[in-house]
């Protein structure tokens, strides 16, 4: 008997594989059969669900669907496929069974009748009604629709293989704002040019009640648009010189890469209390959601941050040079992240220096800003004594961008902002060892500005690609530079005392500290809280740390006075001449109790400062070219 059941469940197991192996593997040939129509309604957005059908051209046979689940610029298996639901398959005016692939869950499965020619898929993409959900994307006034979510694909064919012609039914009045070009609108229904699949998955819609669009290079042969959706329409409102420094990002990229890959380029940005922010690269467009007082609220000291800077640097990084492993046939092949050092964090390099460049952010606030990048890796990142910032590069797929307890010492996507300072100390070497007769810009030229005027075919690149490039710009042993810092061997701030600067803390907070430093005790107790006085971070090893403290506790009381910012502030300041253990009344799920903290250093804020005698290289990588 006991055999007998083995045998079956060996039995079972050879069938389930053998079926999930019936998902046909992409092949670089032609959808024959013809294009596939996508018909989105968008207007229902009290209930904030798109509508979908699809016409898709078949022959009789076996036919595997594909959801996209492996997104491009989410650097993990992350489609949303737990969103749709109501499928439905007809040919012919007749329903058609479907089965789900049981090891791949984003396959369908179907066979098609002798004599049908047409197959019609009708689905509801359920979007969020609630931030806990995902991602907000539909409000009474704005909309996000990126194309991945709402369309299937047949397997066996690469993504530039098969056709598409889409179409959206848009709320009336509405604008809408995307890379796709405009066939013809029909009343309230714009329908786009046909597209292969690989271009439509990288092309979103922005779509709203309040809409402008901007030219961003007027006169250029290379239209750059920045499109806005707001909640209202006085969030329009700009100022000529903050949109002067929009237009001057564009010329500062194109002066530094020296190539544009786009034929035309929209900025897709959102302003809005409503609709979730977020920040997602394509070739010819991106994704950028702001804060509703964007424009409104403009602070020239303060300046904007580098949302656009680095969303529209990644058209060169990342998209058309693109990392080995990351040029994938279909959306459901995986991707390699390894070299997300190179595709993000020199990308978060570039956004800092663009935006200071253009003036977006004033020079002191963008050198603010590293400050706070340089202390997260001086002091901030405990984890750095485990975890190398290479194996970062597998944390979109293995923490799927959820929260964490304690993200210093575990680390997460540290490849961004690792990959930056490690670009900063690559760019001062280069700059020290020539006498500023070379630079990063060089490499950037060379790397990221080939091919003039090309778009739709990635350009692939390695490791090697990159030391040889770099050695290009300058002969080093660059091979062992990166491994170096990227494996743990070698600290990662060395670019800020080689540019002339120095990492120092104040007890006041610069210009670019979030929140201007409200509930941000991080480089003193060790800690930060919101405003209801609930701890998000706890910095491992910490003086709050060693007190016992940890995430998800809430103070309720600084020294026996009820808890606010100011209360603590004050104690923290007093502690530094008052010799007694700073203590906290935390409660801990129906608990309280007691802790006493035993700092007595102040308040700390970082801040760069110049190192006398040392040649500032800061300050020419972050002014302007002529």
């Not at 898929?121 to 990126?146: C, E, F, H, I, K």
């Not at 100011?566 to 502690?575: M, S, Y």
């Amino acid at each position: 008997m006991r055999r007998r059941i083995l045998a079956l469940a060996l039995l079972s197991a050879l069938a389930i594989t053998a079926h999930a192996q019936e998902v046909p593997a992409p092949r670089d040939m032609p959808y024959a059969l013809g294009a596939i129509a996508v018909d989105v309604d968008a207007t229902n957005l009290g209930q904030r669900i798109f509508r979908v059908k699809q016409t898709i051209p078949v022959q009789a046979g076996p036919l595997t669907l594909l959801y996209p689940q492996w997104l491009p610029g989410n650097h993990a298996p992350r489609g949303p496929i737990d969103k749709i639901a109501g499928i439905t398959f007809t040919a012919n005016g007749q329903k058609l069974a479907w089965k789900r692939n049981p090891l791949n869950v984003y396959a369908f499965h179907l066979d098609i009748p002798a004599g049908v020619t047409t197959l019609v898929a009708q689905y509801d993409y359920l979007t969020p009604t609630d931030g806990s959900q995902g991602r907000v994307v539909m409000t009474p006034s704005m909309l996000n629709l990126q194309w991945n979510a709402v369309l299937l694909y047949p397997a066996g064919y690469t993504q530039t293989q098969v056709q598409f012609d889409p179409r959206v039914k848009y709320p009336a009045g509405w604008q809408a704002g995307t890379a796709l070009d405009v066939e013809r609108r029909e009343g309230d229904t714009v329908v786009y040019k046909r597209v292969p699949l690989e271009i439509l998955a990288d092309s979103p819609v922005y779509a709203g009640k309040y809409y402008k669009q901007i030219d961003l290079a007027p006169g250029a042969k290379v239209p750059v648009r920045l499109n806005v959706v707001a909640d209202d329409a006085k969030y329009l409102e700009t100022k000529p010189e903050h949109v002067e420094q929009h237009r001057e990002l564009v010329r500062q990229a194109v002066k530094l890469y020296g190539a544009q890959h786009y034929d035309h380029y929209d900025f897709l940005l959102s302003l809005s209390n409503q609709m979730a922010g977020n920040g997602l690269e394509h070739q010819r467009s991106s994704e950028n959601g702001q804060e509703l007082g964007y424009f409104s609220d403009w602070d020239k000291k303060k300046g904007s941050d580098d949302l656009l800077g680095h969303e529209y640097t990644h058209s060169w990084n990342g998209k058309y040079r693109r990392p080995d492993g990351q040029g994938v046939p279909d959306l459901n092949t995986p991707l390699d992240d390894s070299l997300m050092w190179v595709y993000e964090g020199q990308t978060q390099y570039w956004g800092n220096v663009l935006t200071a460049r253009s003036g977006l952010r004033p020079l002191d606030g963008a050198r603010d800003e590293l400050s706070n990048v340089a202390a997260t890796y001086a002091q901030g990142r405990p984890g750095q004594s485990w975890r190398s910032i290479q194996d970062t590069t597998y944390d979109p797929v293995i923490a799927s961008r959820k929260p964490k307890p304690y993200t210093n010492y575990q680390l997460s996507e540290d490849y961004y902002r690792a990959g930056q300072m490690i670009w900063l100390e690559a760019d001062v070497l280069i700059r020290n060892a020539t006498k500023n007769r070379k630079s990063l810009d060089d490499f950037a030229k060379a790397f990221f500005g080939v091919d003039d005027g090309k778009w739709q075919t990635p350009n692939i690149y390695s490791f090697e690609d990159v030391v040889a490039t770099l050695n290009g710009v300058y002969p080093h042993d660059w091979t062992t530079f990166l491994r170096d810092r990227l494996d743990g061997k070698h600290g990662l701030t060395g670019g800020i005392e080689a540019s002339g600067w120095k990492l120092v803390y104040k007890d006041k907070p610069n210009s670019q500290s979030r929140g201007n430093g409200d509930g941000d005790y991080v480089y003193s107790l060790g800690l930060s809280l919101g405003k209801d006085g609930k701890i998000g971070t706890v910095l491992w090893d910490s003086p709050a740390f060693a007190a016992g403290i940890g995430t998800g506790m809430t103070v309720a009381a600084v020294n026996d006075m009820e808890y606010s910012d100011a209360v603590l502030r004050d104690a923290v300041k007093a502690a530094k001449t008052d010799k007694a253990p700073i203590r906290l009344l935390l409660k801990e799920f129906n608990r309280y109790r007691t802790v006493s903290i035993d700092y007595h250093d102040g308040l700390r804020y970082p801040v760069l400062e110049r190192i006398e005698g040392r040649t500032d290289y800061l300050t020419p990588i972050l002014s302007a070219r002529k």
